[in-house]
């Protein structure tokens, strides 16, 4: 079946830009993930959704980043005001359910280049 | 809070050589543990977890991992490297208790040499 898919894989901006990344997760799924990963270290957790609701908004940054998941399906990702400092691979994934022993199935992730 | 740490940030192998990927961890509550690859451009892909079943588990590829409980260790080891193994390794924690994120090391490229 299909996996976690995310557009657009490559998003170049300039700074002071608002951009939005969108991520289709696995049917069915209903934990949501959006990570962050920058050049040479491991994904960052930036929020977690279970159904519609942000359960966990914990590794946001500061209040330039914003997720929704509307419909409990797809989740878009918005930052506003880019900084060059926001560039880096940011990372989505599923699971069927939540629960600490349960398999997050990554997308390709969406690189950011902020200019 | 949970941690993980990941010793060498690049490990060099021969073809058909052990490969050995260094993760300890921290946590206040019986760990979940992951191992991730990363290969170029793509995304993770889970090669095995630990869930409090087996000490010992399998994965795919080869690869399996012993969950040490006294040395908070959770190595990843494959008998014989394959060139196709080349790629970036990810250990990682679960958070249990909460939203159940995970927190991830800062990975291992591995590098298979003919």
């Known amino acids: 079946g299909a996996g976690v898919s995310q557009t657009p894989s490559n998003k170049v901006t300039e700074k002071g830009k608002y951009v939005e990344l969108r991520c289709d997760p696995i049917?069915?799924?209903?934990?949501l993930y959006w990570y962050r990963q920058s050049l040479g270290q491991g994904p960052e957790f930036l929020i977690y959704f279970q159904g519609t609701g942000a359960a966990d908004d914990s590794g946001l940054p500061n209040d330039r980043f914003f997720a929704v998941r509307p419909e409990g399906s797809v989740s878009t990702l918005k930052i506003q005001r880019t900084e060059r400092g926001d560039s880096a691979v940011y990372l989505c994934?599923?699971?069927?359910?939540?629960?600490?022993?349960?398999?997050?199935?990554f997308g390709p992730g969406t690189r950011l280049t902020v200019l | 809070a949970q941690s993980v740490t990941q010793l060498g940030s690049h490990v060099s192998v021969s073809e058909g050589a052990l490969v050995l990927l260094r993760c300890n961890y921290s946590s206040s509550v019986p760990p979940y543990l992951f191992w991730y690859v990363q290969y170029p451009n793509q995304g993770l892909q889970l090669l095995l977890k630990?869930?409090?079943?087996?000490?010992l588990v399998k994965g795919i590829n080869g690869f399996e991992a012993e969950f040490k409980k006294s040395e908070t260790s959770f190595h990843l080891t494959k008998p014989s490297a394959h060139m196709s193994d080349a790629a970036e390794y990810f250990c990682a924690v679960s958070d249990q208790g909460g939203s159940e994120k995970l927190v991830f090391g800062k990975g291992t490229k591995l590098t298979v040499n003919p």
């Open positions: 630990y869930t409090s079943a087996a000490t």
């Open positions: 049917s069915g799924h209903t934990a």
């Open positions: 994934a599923s699971s069927d359910t939540s629960g600490g022993a349960e398999t997050q199935y």
